[in-house]
C-alpha cells in the first residue's frame, strides 16, 4: 500500500523555522514528483512546493518563494520542507502528496493521487 506520513510540524513564533519531512512507502518513490500542499482554517487546500523525482525541478508557491526549500532524499524515501521566516500566514496543516505521471500540475491539489496525514504548523505572532 502506498503511504505518506508527515511530521516536524509544531508551535513556532514568527521569524522562527521548522523542518517537515514525509516519509514515504509502497511505491518507487524516485519514480514521482512529490509535493507539499497545506489547508489553512477556512481556506482551500493550495500547493506550496513540489520537486521532481530526481530533485533537479523544484517549485514554489509565490507567497513562499525565498523563505521555503525542498528537498529529497530518495534513498531514504523521504521528502523535506525547510520553513524559515515563518509567518502567521503561514498556519496551516501541511500535507506531502505524490503527484501521478498523468497530472500536468504540481498545484492541483485534486490531482494527486495519494495523501499523507497532515502536519499541524501554527505560527505565533
Known amino acids: 500500500d502506498v503511504q505518506l506520513q508527515a511530521s516536524g510540524g509544531g508551535l513556532v513564533q514568527a521569524g522562527g523555522s521548522l523542518r517537515l519531512s514525509c516519509a514515504a512507502s509502497g511505491f518507487t518513490f524516485d519514480d514521482y514528483s512529490i509535493g507539499w500542499f497545506r489547508q489553512a482554517p477556512g481556506k482551500e487546500r493550495e500547493g506550496v512546493s513540489c520537486?521532481?523525482?530526481?530533485?533537479?525541478?523544484?517549485y514554489y508557491a509565490d507567497s513562499v518563494k525565498g523563505r521555503f526549500t525542498i528537498s529529497r532524499d530518495n534513498a531514504e524515501n523521504a521528502l523535506f520542507l525547510q520553513m524559515n521566516s515563518l509567518n502567521s500566514e503561514d498556519t496551516a496543516v501541511y500535507y506531502c502528496a505524490k503527484r501521478p505521471r498523468t497530472e500536468s500540475s504540481w498545484q492541483r491539489w485534486d490531482g494527486m493521487d495519494y495523501w499523507g496525514k497532515g502536519t499541524q504548523v501554527t505560527v505565533s505572532s
Open positions: 520537486s521532481s523525482p530526481d530533485g533537479s525541478n523544484t
